[in-house]
């Protein structure tokens, strides 16, 4: 049984470009998470999805962040027109629908880096 | 808002115990757990505790819980080098879907 599994690992981009890190969650699970962990500092919850819904995105930041979850395929966090500030790791976690313990799972991260 | 606060840094001898702490502010949590991150890795969860009890033991973690005071601790007996990492801990909102991180204690074990 795969673990949470998130791609890339390492993206560089330069200011202005786009970042898309994606998410694929473990076999089972309908909730996807997504938290940000900036250097030396613990993660931030960013956006809890289920398929096809946005559940709660009070993390994220109102402007050039966006996150989906389609029906098929694995969540999208999307990043527009990057900024320096945005250099971070990006964990995907997510959890069973029926979890009443809260638990969730982490994947690897991707690890952004704008230059 | 939630708080989660853990001291920085913790340095201990191989074959000693180490004892993390943390405390947090929503005194709605329902459970709070451990998580602990090796360099360049994700997060991977060791034990969680309900809010109902105030010990859980699990080999060589045990955690213990004062909600009066709102002081979680991690316990790792008998500390292996194994056990470098960055350790946080965790409290989940009241919906569940939302976990609010401590910033973490990085844990050096000395042969």
């Known amino acids: 049984n795969a673990g949470v599994m998130q791609n890339p690992r390492h993206l560089v981009r330069r200011r202005g470009q786009e970042a898309r890190l994606r998410c694929s969650p473990m076999?089972?699970?309908?909730?996807v998470y997504w938290y940000r962990q900036l250097p030396e500092e613990g993660l931030k919850f960013m956006v809890y999805l289920q398929k096809e819904n946005i559940i709660d995105e009070s993390g994220m930041p109102k402007e050039r962040f966006s996150a989906e979850f389609p029906k098929e395929g694995p969540s999208i966090l999307r990043i527009q027109q990057v900024v320096r500030g945005d250099s971070a790791a990006y964990f995907c976690?997510?959890?069973?629908?029926?979890?009443?313990?809260?638990?969730?799972?982490f994947g690897p991260g991707t690890r952004l880096t704008v230059l | 808002g939630e708080d989660v606060e853990q001291s920085l840094f913790l340095s201990v001898r191989e074959g000693d115990s180490s004892v993390i702490n943390c405390t947090y502010t929503?005194?709605?949590?329902?459970?709070l757990y451990w998580y602990k991150q090796e360099p360049g890795a994700g997060l991977q969860l060791l034990t969680y505790i309900f809010s109902n009890m105030d010990m859980k033991q699990d080999q060589r973690l045990t955690v213990l819980l004062n909600k009066k005071d709102k002081h979680l601790s991690l316990r790792i007996a008998d500390t292996q080098t194994g056990d470098s990492a960055i350790y946080f801990c965790?409290?989940?909102?009241?919906?569940?879907?939302?976990?609010?991180f401590g910033g973490g204690t990085r844990l050096m074990v000395k042969p």
């Open positions: 929503d005194s709605s949590s329902t459970y």
């Open positions: 965790a409290e989940s909102n009241n919906a569940g879907n939302m976990l609010t």
């Open positions: 976690a997510s959890s069973p629908a029926t979890s009443g313990r809260g638990e969730q799972f």
């Open positions: 076999k089972g699970h309908s909730h």
